[in-house]
């Protein structure tokens, strides 16, 4: 089994920042892409941001230019580092990362159980 771990969330006033962490930890044979999703009260999930085993990025029009996706394939980690903290960023942040355990099985997804981020004055 995968296990997403995520990590770093936490109370932050406006304008400021907090970088988010996940590690897959368990039987790892290969991690093709990773993301990071959103789900405030009320409301569906949502794509924040992905990266690709290429590097490639893509973000959801509300936090472009504010938050940065990046990964280090030696650790199995993927990270957000998230600027200009809005009160709408609020939200339980969930980490996704599609990984196979060995070379002939076949690639699932797993899901990390989340980490608050609040921002608040």
């Known amino acids: 089994q995968v296990q997403p771990e995520e990590s770093g969330g936490g109370l932050v006033q406006p304008g400021k920042s907090l970088r988010l962490s996940c590690v897959a930890s368990?039987?790892?044979?290969?991690?093709?892409?990773m993301g990071w999703y959103r789900q405030a009260p009320g409301k569906q999930r949502e794509l924040v941001a992905t990266i690709e085993s290429d590097d490639r990025t893509t973000y959801a029009d509300s936090v472009k230019g504010r938050f940065t996706i990046s990964r280090d394939k030696e650790k199995n980690t993927v990270y957000l580092q998230m600027n200009s903290l809005k009160p709408e960023d609020t939200a339980v942040y969930y980490c996704?990362?599609?990984?196979?355990?060995?070379?002939?099985?076949?690639?699932?997804?797993?899901w990390g159980q989340g980490t608050q981020v609040t921002v608040s004055s």
């Open positions: 996704n990362i599609g990984a196979a355990q060995c070379v002939d099985c076949r690639l699932r997804w797993y």
């Open positions: 368990g039987t790892v044979f290969t991690i093709t892409d």
